[in-house]
């Protein structure tokens, strides 16, 4: 006997079609706008749809856990407890002290499957980072595409492998002691395949960048709610998740007393307590608000960490000198000094780019920095840009390790995107795969008309929807025979690895981290131990008593902290 229910409350006919069976089974309307019905010989594997209001066209279900077809096919039952879990003993990670690692699972390997995935956890750990950050796997039109144009909250991607291909991505992480969070997007449907709003009001009147909003306050609201809730729970429980990275959390317009996020984040934390692991929500966030990632009990939302930008555009500024657009008001070792131990640039203050004030402050004694997820590099940060290139492409080498010190010794969580850790040099780009032609012309002519209001000539913005696109941005996994790529590599284990063994490496207060800068020079004091970073093109000797050396990033540098040109070294000091 299997259970079918779904949500349809301003419907008057609701009817379940099933592969195999002679005649479609009528649905009972039940308290809430809930229709069910128990069909026994609906075995696992035994496709289905809803039909409306006496319509002969199967829809698929909103809380699909398999999509064999696609967004557009029947539904598929699934069994979730018949998949041979191994993990029983996991315990999980906490965000503090992690080292997270972002990765895209189409282009990380040349499969692009969760199966193929497996095959480089070993370099994963070798590198010793301590979380996988999976870009959105839920199920989408198409054949390739970032994952943010999702439609299916439940169910994963059928090209990547499909329910049991993420679970045995999932087990095999833990086996090897990683943590995976999922990125999930709960701001908008995605432009193709949401049947959702067929069955109810899902959708509110406004919207954002991506589409329409989700109602999230109006009539009817509870259960759409409801239904983000129960997909984050389910990632969590049904997939083993560890977590999840929530996109855009700017974009979820709700004007109730409790905010979608508290609410998450409570039933989260009473599903961790119930698992007996750390369950983490991180979220994307334009605000510059410290209340989401305040604990509940001191009136915050309760979430457990979110993506710091401002780090991301003090590094990438000093680093480039790149200042278009919102990298305006960033670039000077004052305003990295002034992220390093405050967490925010714009905390109150003006943004030029906004033409307006923004942002709160970060109360430095209470806040612990673990909470800010910082980046030289992510998918949003080299993907936005016209095409795609990372900054290993532009930087000297000596800047590029320069930055690599800075992060993984800030007081920050940080986060690596996939190729990084070698300095891989193909480009991440933009490539969809939207078989409406209609909807595949508007993407490629609103991303080239995107960048040339920012000055990019439209023949530099590569098509999205050619395959070479894709094919250009999938790791290159032969440059780690490269020497140059063996060193960087090399540097990035040796920093996780000092940052693992100095517990001030780990500190999250913000009120003990000290900066002192020069024009291209940065002193960040944490505790017992120093790092020292000369950005400038020539050697510099900065103001630090007499230390021992504890990596350096170039030759020559001395215990009385002369730095060679674009270097950088961390020392104890006496």
């Known amino acids: 006997m299997t259970h079918f229910e779904v949500w349809a409350p301003e419907r008057s006919d609701v009817r379940l079609r099933l592969t195999g069976f002679t005649a479609d089974v009528p649905m009972t309307a039940g308290a809430g706008g809930w229709w069910r019905a128990d069909v026994p010989g609906a075995l696992p594997g035994t496709d289905y749809g809803y039909l409306l209001d006496g319509a002969d066209e199967p829809l698929p279900d909103p809380r ?19 998949f041979p879990w191994t993990d ?3 315990t999980g990670p906490t965000l503090a002290g992690s080292v997270l690692y972002e990765l895209h699972i189409g282009t990380f390997t040349p499969e692009g499957t969760f199966d193929a995935a497996i095959g480089r956890l070993d370099h994963l750990v070798d590198l010793g980072v301590d979380m996988v950050e999976l870009l959105p796997v839920n199920a989408f039109n198409g054949t390739h595409n970032w994952g943010y144009d999702g439609v299916c909250w439940y169910a994963p991607h059928e090209g990547y492998g499909g329910p049991d291909g993420l679970k045995r991505l999932i087990d095999a992480c833990h086996a090897r002691g990683l943590g995976v969070l999922i990125d999930a997007v709960y701001n908008h449907f995605g432009p193709s395949g949401a049947y959702a709003p067929r069955f109810g009001p899902y959708l509110a009147d406004g919207g954002n960048s991506w589409g329409r909003s989700l109602n999230l306050d109006g009539r009817h609201s509870d259960e759409v709610r409801r239904y983000i809730v129960d997909s984050a729970l389910a990632w969590l429980r049904d997939y083993h998740a560890d977590g999840l990275r929530l996109d855009a959390v700017h974009a979820l317009v709700d004007h109730r007393a409790v905010h979608l996020l508290e609410e998450l984040a409570a039933e989260v934390d009473a599903l961790a307590a119930h698992l007996g692991r750390p369950l983490t929500l991180i979220a994307e966030s334009d605000l510059n608000d410290p209340r989401l990632i305040t604990p509940r009990e001191a009136g915050g939302y309760g979430l457990h960490g979110q993506w710091n930008d401002d780090a991301h555009h003090a590094l990438h500024t000093l680093l480039t000198g790149e200042r278009q657009g919102y990298y305006a008001d960033f670039g000077s070792p004052e305003c990295l000094a002034t992220v390093l131990t405050g967490a925010y640039f714009h905390a109150g203050t003006w943004s030029s780019f906004r033409g307006r004030t923004h942002g709160r402050p970060v109360d430095r004694e209470r806040t612990p920095a673990h909470r800010f997820v910082a980046y030289l590099q992510n998918h949003d940060q080299i993907g936005n840009r016209a095409t795609g290139d990372r900054i290993s492409t532009t930087l000297s080498p000596g800047l590029l390790r320069v930055g690599a010190v800075l992060l993984l010794t800030s007081p920050f969580t940080p986060m690596l995107f996939m190729g990084e850790e070698w300095g891989a040099t193909t480009p991440w780009q933009f490539f969809t795969s939207h078989p409406e032609p209609d909807l595949a012309t508007a993407v ?9 209001a920012h000055g990019w000539p439209t023949g530099d913005v590569p098509d999205p929807q050619d395959p070479l696109t894709l094919a250009r941005s999938r790791l290159d996994w032969a440059e780690l025979g490269k020497p140059a790529h063996r060193d ?16 001030d490496l780990t500190d999250p207060r913000l009120d003990r981290v000290e900066v002192t800068h020069g024009d291209r020079w940065l002193v960040m004091r944490r505790g017992s131990t120093a790092v020292a970073a000369n950005l400038a093109p020539h050697p510099t000797r900065v103001p630090l008593a007499a230390a021992d050396i504890l990596l350096s990033t170039a030759p020559g540098v001395t215990t009385a902290v002369d730095l060679p040109a674009e270097s950088a070294a961390v020392l104890a000091l006496s």
Do not use: K, T
């Open 444 to 452: 490629r002519e609103g991303r080239r008309r995107e960048f040339a």
């Open 88 to 90: 029983a003993a996991w």
């Open 488 to 503: 960087m590599l090399d540097l990035y284990r040796r920093l996780i690895a000092l940052r693992r063994a100095l517990p």
């Open 64 to 82: 699909s856990a398999w999509q064999p077809h696609g967004p557009h096919g029947l539904s598929r039952v699934y069994d979730h407890a018949a």
